[in-house]
């Protein structure tokens, strides 16, 4: 459960999950802030990192853990690549899609950009959790 397979692989995937985000939005927010129509963010006073940082390691040892399962032990870029789109259609793609539909809190283009944000993120994660299984097993 917790070998060296998978806890490297898991360190990086939660680095890379951790910190782009934080990148890309702080980077963007100007763009995205305009298909805002609810502020929904926590003050910067009730922000829970510690429960935010908790979260990012528990999905990136699900993302690997279930990667390695889905795979079969064959950890080639191609399958990193394609379960990352997987995921994606799952939480990312669906999950925009009912949001839009069912909140008013953002327009159609933030769906949009957010979700393109978020395949790219789990494609290239895919990638790197095949990578690093790859190179610890």
Request: with cysteine.
């Amino acid at each position: 459960m917790f070998s060296k397979s998978i806890i490297w692989p898991t360190a990086v995937v939660f680095l890379f999950f951790y910190i782009v985000p934080f990148l890309f939005f702080y980077a963007t927010e100007a763009c995205f802030e305009e298909y805002v129509l609810i502020d929904v963010n926590r003050p910067d006073s009730e922000f829970k990192i510690g429960l935010l940082t908790f979260g990012v390691l528990l999905m990136s040892y699900a993302f690997v853990h279930v990667f390695q399962k889905w795979s079969g032990g064959v950890f080639t870029n191609k399958n990193g690549f394609v379960f990352g789109l997987w995921v994606s259609l799952l939480l990312v793609i669906s999950m925009s899609l009912i949001r839009y539909a069912t909140q008013a809190a953002f327009e159609a283009p933030f769906y949009i950009l957010d979700g393109i944000f978020w395949i790219a993120m789990y494609a290239i994660g895919g990638v790197l959790a095949a990578i690093l299984s790859r190179k610890a097993s």
